[in-house]
């Protein structure tokens, strides 16, 4: 499994757009890059997922150049509930196998 | 749909005592997960259950601890005797059984286990 490396903390504040970089040099060819977020006292929520390009959802988007050996998460106009931990991984595509986690981005939105 | 469930949401023991963790996956998930953080470290993964059985148990701990999935639904872990170390945020997480979003993994909100 490709090691990741990203942030240890960000902070912005509401209404901003938040970009956390994430790099994954030693992705595969099979390897799909997806983002989790945590908020406390939960358990991790996946939010996205993609393969190379861009890919956007309701949450997030993220945006993967053409190497692939880095990945964006942007988090458009966020608030103060987007106030989390954010974990980058790169998954086998339709593997069931365990996930890795990292320390993650913590990722602080100020009023 | 009814997300993954675990119980007790927090549970306070001694030392030297017995507990038992509760799971339950999202209806019509095979994979079952089971990860813990200790204070201060990262999410480590205990093992993976296919239906009932056991995929990938290379994260359990030591022979304290016991995972079952009887039936292939819910899942429950054992921690006998307890000790000191064991306490943390016990995942639970389910995925689905094929297809493209196998990958994906859903979480409980975990079990807060204290051993005192």
């Known amino acids: 499994l490709a090691k990741t490396t990203q942030p240890i903390s960000m902070d912005s504040y509401e209404g901003q757009e938040v970009n956390i970089t994430c790099s994954h040099n030693n992705i595969a060819t099979n390897d799909y890059i997806t983002w989790y977020q945590q908020f406390p006292s939960q358990g991790p929520r996946f939010i996205i997922q993609?393969?190379?390009t861009k890919v956007t959802n309701e949450v997030a988007s993220l945006f993967i150049p053409a190497d692939r050996k880095s990945s964006t998460l942007s988090l458009p106009r966020v608030s103060l509930s987007d106030t989390a931990v954010y974990y980058c991984l790169v998954v086998l595509y339709s593997s069931a196998s365990k996930i890795i986690f990292g320390s993650g981005t913590r990722l602080s939105i100020r009023p | 749909e009814a997300g993954v469930t675990q119980f007790p949401s927090h549970s306070v023991i001694e030392k030297g005592q017995t507990v038992t963790l509760r799971c339950d996956p999202i209806s019509g998930h095979d994979n079952l997960y089971w990860y813990r953080r200790v204070m201060g470290k990262e999410i480590k993964f205990l093992l993976h259950f296919v239906k009932e059985s056991k995929q990938d148990e290379s994260g359990m701990p030591n022979n304290r601890f016991l995972a079952e999935r009887t039936g292939g639904t819910y899942s429950t872990l054992k921690v006998q005797p307890a000790e000191l170390e064991d306490s943390g945020v016990y995942f639970c997480?389910?995925?689905?059984?094929?297809?493209?979003?196998?990958?994906?993994?859903?979480f409980g909100a975990g079990t807060r286990l204290s051993v005192l």
């Open positions: 997480a389910s995925s689905h059984p094929g297809g493209a979003s196998k990958n994906i993994q859903y």
């Open positions: 993609g393969y190379k």
